[in-house]
């Protein structure tokens, strides 16, 4: 990410206030983004990495894997650094063709048929908590192998008991504990984890391009 003046002064005031912590070094760095996107310190205490998640991210993405996310504002916030790095394909769930399902939102059966098409995808679930629920029910069936999963919907009804689901599943994830969270967030953690990956990957994927 190319930062500003700007930029470096709210980072330097998030590195001042956020006191110590227990986060690896490229764990902090999406704690910032995530923060400096949010000007909430309380990410702090809800961000939850599941172990080897950022090394699992960060592989997928240099190997060009197929980026699914519920709604088009994580696209959105997304593409622009993909495209500058990887150039992973994104997909988004509330703009895929299904067939009209009663009892599912369209995000939801979105990211269901996405997860079916790309099963070891990344899946970045940023608002919509039933999309997260679909997501873990194909996870907790095997018949999906997710990279990794980036979850942070918010809600006050079944957003915290997903997001329990993702962990107990043993699936790579990122996720949001109790009921803060949204798309601002899942493109937040995703921009970190690019820029993270293309200082790891990025020479040999611009050799591949």
Known sequence: ?????????????????????????????????????????????????????????AAALAART???VDVPMVQVGITPRI????ANPVYCSMETLTRPQKYKTQAAWGIQTLARRYPEGIFAIGQAQTALT????LIEAEEIRPALVIGTPSGFVGADVAKERLNDSLTPHIRIDGRKGSAVVAAAIVNGLVDL?????????????
């Open 83 to 86: 495209q500058n790095t990887f």
């Open 1 to 57: 990410m190319e930062w500003h003046s700007t930029d470096a002064q709210s980072l330097a005031i998030i590195d001042r206030e956020i006191g110590e912590h227990i986060f690896s070094p490229a764990e902090y760095e999406i704690v910032r983004r995530v923060i400096y996107e949010t000007a909430d310190f309380e990410y702090k205490s809800l961000i939850r990495f599941s172990e080897r998640a950022l090394q699992a991210g």
């Open 134 to 137: 679909a997501l873990v029910e």
């Open 197 to 209: 990956a293309w200082q790891a990957y990025g020479q040999e994927a611009k050799l591949l391009l």
């Open 66 to 68: 197929t980026i699914v």
